[in-house]
């Protein structure tokens, strides 16, 4: 995206949860102050923060306005959708979306057709338009748009973790290993072998951290 200069906002949906529509029936107790003296219950029209199909009635919602709007979702990643067409001028106009939740990063090499986009979304559910991207999902983002470079960092989230174990006083390394401890070829493609595969990956970063820990206490 940075090579090409493309425009990254970010937004935000508003009362996300609150607008899917439930397919099943569900019920629940009348909420506490709002009772009305009989032996009632609720009946649910629309999901609320706490059920466990709400995330998946949003996708739905979500998943028809975009393919209504010309978008297709990715294969390889359902919470990412691409638009990919040439105009009436002739023009290819491409924008990839990606939701987590609430949160949506939008990457497009035609700002007006992104700003469009954007209105049509905000129709549907409502939006927070944040603009730029500067900070999404605890990530930090750097565009320079004169450089064509996208540099991304968690550096608040570092100082937060620092801050919180006592460690912000603490000084840098340029390596975040002990330097004894270094990794032969196998154990190299292993790690790389291991990103794609989470549960692999989580039992090998319980391992490194082992590690680290076995390396600081010894003398």
Not at 108 to 125: H, M, Q, S, V
Not at 137 to 163: A, F, K, P, S
């Amino acid at each position: 995206m940075a090579a090409h200069d493309w425009e990254i906002d970010i937004f935000d949906m508003k009362l996300a949860f609150l607008w899917g529509k439930l397919r099943e029936d569900v019920y629940m107790c009348q909420l506490p102050g709002f009772e009305n003296g009989a032996s009632l219950v609720c009946h649910l029209l629309s999901s609320l923060y706490g059920l466990k199909q709400a995330a998946y009635d949003l996708y739905e919602l979500l998943r028809v306005v975009l393919i209504g709007l010309g978008f297709l979702y990715c294969e390889a990643d359902y919470a990412v959708f691409v638009y990919d067409y040439v105009n009436g001028e002739g023009v290819c106009v491409i924008c990839i979306i990606t939701w987590h939740v609430d949160d949506s990063l939008a990457g497009c090499n035609n700002l007006k057709f992104l700003d469009w986009t954007k209105g049509r979304i905000a129709d549907c559910f409502g939006i927070a338009d944040l603009g730029p991207v500067v900070k999404h999902l605890g990530v930090q983002y750097v565009c320079l748009h004169t450089t064509r470079e996208l540099w991304m960092h968690q550096q608040e989230y570092i100082v937060y973790l620092l801050e919180e174990h006592g460690l912000h006083q603490c000084n840098p390394v340029s390596l975040p290993m002990v330097p004894p401890f270094l990794l032969d070829k196998t154990q190299i493609y292993t790690l790389i072998l291991t990103i794609s595969q989470p549960n692999i990956a989580s039992l090998l970063g319980n391992y490194s951290t082992l590690q680290c820990t076995l390396a600081l206490t010894l003398p």
